[in-house]
């Protein structure tokens, strides 16, 4: 099982260039204080310096801080916030999903009427008023991007258990007397983990982009230095000092890119009948 | 049998390659035969012997480049389909030869009329205008027998049954007049009443248009309805070919021997069944009724799916519940083993009543009954190991795990297997192995009752007769009552000792499975009795020991 997962996922190469990328991310997430041990906030050199200058590689900004320090540590923020929103994401879509589509009747209307009262409202704008109620900082930033995120997975949840439930091995597990927690948990749930997985590892690259987009308008987290912020504080001398956003700008195209590859990969090797096409029966 | 010179169509060594890494290199490997005016061509063989491939190798339906003709050739009235061009081909296609499908509830374009799927082939293929197209239209709906033409043609096909859907593939099929005609299991979807239609309408247009006809089948029953010639298939070869008379009663290779002792048949010999004792369950007026398409502040339309519904099963006896699809068969035995619950009746199991009993009170009673399903390929969980699955239920009772395992593993021996199978997942195993596990796993809580829900419809015949000895050896020694539930009536024959016949929910008659074969009562036992498929053709004498002897050794029989 999981060999053939392996060879499938080595066969597509975006997929392996992707976790290439991402495993890059990280390292350089991980090692941020060995590679720029001083703050990213600390003004280390004359402003506007363009990139390849002497101390600083990437540039520095108006205020002369080193860019090349600012992504290396601001990588931390987005992946830090990118994963846990998505597991906090994952753990009540996948929840309320489970629940909806596996008891049905009116748990499934409540549930799914609960879910669509989320949907009809802009995920942006959601999550923009969110961060300003409960005010900018790494937890609140979490909460909104995950509150506006497990809509889908609830979605994709409830459907997968509504096609589970009536397969016969859960059928059987009724009548050989199991417990309810244990006919989700342990028949269906991992039956339909391969969909939840893919989608799940999608949400990271929005939950990315979310807290980009909430930076740039400056709604991140005042102590933490971000990708979104960077570009943001930068915006006004775009003209005169295009590097001061385009490395960060970068920095969240490589990464979202490297997820999505990585996410497309499990989908072929989690997925084998969709990703094979043309075979005969 | 014909020469090749009035055949219309023959073939000769057709070899289909299937790409690497498949159980086998060639799909088909060198198939000769012909096909003449006026013959009925039976293609037999069981699921993968390559049957379907060698209909659409001819209709140019492989899905190339994976699988592709690697050899041979066919001709249809003298030329070679293989070898033309893609434009003649599809010309030929149209004209010369005509196929009908196995599903006909997909075999139709949802979104067309019928009538104009029916023109669709004359617009193409033919000179009429569009009124001799509307009068074609007409006369061939005529002909395939459905009622009212004028309005068919305008409906769409949701509208349609399963059997006047394939009527409507026919026509399709017959609308150029074709010599050939290819039906690739094209009643195998359908109830057997409709099968006996559909057959008889086959039998009829092949006649007024001296057609040749390519039959695929897997069932003997059918084959010797309407077969005038036979060809067996095996692992992609022909192992046997000749006269529908020849291969029926003097098969001579040993896999048609095989086959044909594997037809289920009423057993004569069996022994009336007579009650000992108190009934083990008891059911009562039992109703059930689904509520479809019903939600949020919407009621929805109500189905009555059992109605009215008594039966009662003795301590060793096996019940028969047979009915077409929608007859409501499935429903009772989901009714009594708690799947569903009923909304009336009463169903009363050693004394208790377990309609309207909580999930709490119900749980006890679930050791007592279990359940057996039909598709062996959805009924055991794919993530867990064979152990994990068939001790899952005495764990569940408190059962402690290693012991459970153990039982699991005289569970697999029991039931033909390798004890060692415990150790494996349920993607090694075949259909016919899986529903053994599955049958494991029903007997590891020593439950008094068994409902099997079709359980050997999903397999092939071989397999199937394997299965329902063994059930039949099981039931025997550990004195188990069985509610078998099933749509073939020659599958209950011979198994069942009591017989029940529902329709639309009511069971019309109740008996023994002697009286209900030998006299039967209603009128819709009669319609079912004689749609049975080759019912003037008995199996060979010879065979029949074949199959005797074999039941008596399930363990070698795990294939």
């Known amino acids: 099982m999981s060999r053939d997962f392996w060879r499938a996922f080595a066969n597509n190469y975006g997929a392996v260039i992707g976790l290439a990328l991402l495993l890059a991310v990280v390292l350089m997430a991980a090692f941020a204080d060995v590679i720029y041990p001083r703050s990213p906030w600390s003004m280390v050199t004359t402003p506007f310096q363009p990139p390849l200058s002497d101390d600083v590689l990437l540039g520095s900004d108006t205020l002369g801080r080193d860019i090349a320090a600012g992504i290396v540590h601001g990588s931390r923020v987005s992946l830090l916030i990118g994963l846990t929103s998505s597991a906090v994401a994952l753990f009540i879509g996948v929840t309320l999903g489970a629940l909806a589509g596996y008891f049905g009747g009116w748990v499934d209307d409540a549930i799914m009427r609960f879910t669509e009262l989320f949907q009809t409202i802009p995920n942006f704008v959601l999550a923009v008023v969110l961060v300003a109620i409960f005010t900018p900082s790494i937890g609140s930033l979490v909460a909104a991007i995950a509150i506006v995120s497990w809509p889908p997975l609830a979605r994709l949840a409830r459907g997968e258990f509504l096609s589970l439930r009536s397969r016969e091995f859960v059928l059987a597990a009724v009548t050989t007397g199991q417990s309810t927690t244990r006919i989700i948990l342990r028949e269906i749930l991992p039956n339909s983990l391969s969909p939840i997985i893919v989608a799940a590892s999608l949400t990271v690259a929005t939950a990315i982009l979310l807290e980009s987009a909430l930076s740039f308008l400056g709604l991140g987290d005042p102590n933490m230095m971000s990708w979104g912020y960077m570009i943001g504080a930068s915006r006004t001398v775009i003209r005169q000092a295009w590097w001061m956003s385009f490395f960060p700008g970068i920095a969240i195209l490589i990464t979202v890119l490297a997820i999505n590859l990585v996410g497309e990969g499990l989908n072929d090797a989690l997925n084998p009948k969709l990703a094979r096409k043309g075979r005969g029966r | ?559």
């Open chain 2, 1 to 559: 049998m014909t020469t090749s010179e009035q055949a219309v169509l023959a073939l000769r060594d057709l070899s289909v390659s299937l790409p690497p890494g498949g159980d086998r290199p060639l799909a088909v490997d060198q198939v000769t035969f012909s096909v003449a005016r006026e013959e009925i061509l039976c293609i037999v063989g069981e699921s993968g012997s390559g049957k379907s491939m060698v209909a659409h190798a001819i209709m140019g339906l492989l899905p190339e480049p994976y699988v592709k003709v690697a050899g041979g050739s066919a001709r249809l009235n003298g030329e070679n389909l293989f070898t033309m061009s893609r434009a003649r081909q599809r010309a030929v296609r149209g004209i010369g030869m005509g196929m009908i499908f196995q599903e006909p509830m997909t075999a139709l374009n949802p979104l067309m009329r019928v009538g104009e799927q029916i023109e669709e082939a004359l617009k193409l293929h033919s000179r009429l205008d569009s009124r001799g197209r509307r009068a074609r239209v007409l006369e061939l709906l005529q002909d395939v027998g459905l009622p009212n033409p004028g309005d068919l043609r305008r409906s769409y096909p949701f509208r349609l049954s399963g059997g006047q859907r394939q009527r409507v593939m026919i026509a399709i099929a017959l609308a150029l007049e074709p010599d050939l005609l290819i039906a690739d299991e094209p009643t195998t979807a359908l109830d057997v009443t409709t099968q006996k239609q559909i057959l008889d309408l086959i039998r009829k247009v092949q006649t007024a248009c001296g057609m040749g006809v390519i039959f695929i089948t897997h069932d003997f029953g059918v084959v010797a309805e309407i077969a005038t010639s036979v060809a067996v298939m095996q692992h992609g070869k022909c192992v046997e070919y000749g006269s529908a008379d020849t291969v029926l009663n003097r098969p001579e290779h040993p896999y048609t021997r095989e086959l044909i002792a594997a037809v289920p048949h009423y057993i004569e010999h069996r022994e009336d069944f007579t009650p000992k004792g108190q009934a083990l369950l008891k059911a009562e007026a039992v109703r059930k009724v689904f509520r479809v398409g019903s939600g949020f502040l919407r009621r929805g339309r109500e189905l009555v799916a059992a109605d009215n519904v008594s039966l009662s099963i003795h301590p060793g006896e096996t019940v028969g519940v047979v009915g077409e699809s929608g007859s409501g068969k499935s429903t009772l035995g989901r009714c009594i083993v708690g799947l569903h619950k009923a909304d009336g009746g009463r169903i009363v199991f050693q004394g208790t009543d377990l309609v309207g009993l909580s999930r709490k009170r119900f749980r006890p009673f679930r050791k007592d009954v279990q359940m057996i399903f039909q598709d062996p390929y959805a009924s055991l969980n794919p993530r867990y190991r064979v152990a994990d699955i068939i001790s899952q239920g005495p764990i569940a009772f408190g059962t402690p795990r290693k012991q459970a395992h153990a039982r699991a593993e005289e569970l697999l021996e029991l039931v033909g297997l390798d004890p060692s199978a415990a150790r494996r997942f349920p993607h090694e195993f075949s259909g016919g192995q899986r529903q053994r596990i599955s049958i494991a796993r029903a007997l590891a809580l020593d439950p008094k009752l068994l409902i099997a829900d079709e359980p050997v419809s999903a397999l092939d015949v071989s397999v199937q007769t394997q299965v329902l000895d063994l059930l039949d050896d099981i039931r025997h020694q550990l004195g188990l009552s069985m509610l078998f539930i099933t749509h073939d009536l020659r599958v209950a024959a011979q198994v069942c000792d009591t017989i029940a016949v529902m329709q639309t929910g009511r069971i019309v008659e109740l008996g023994s499975c002697r009286d209900v074969f030998s006299r039967p009562q209603h009128e819709y036992t009669r319609t079912l009795l004689d749609a049975i498929p080759g019912q003037g053709w008995e199996i060979p004498k010879d065979l029949r020991h074949l199959r005797a002897d074999r039941a008596r050794r399930p363990r070698e029989l795990s294939q």
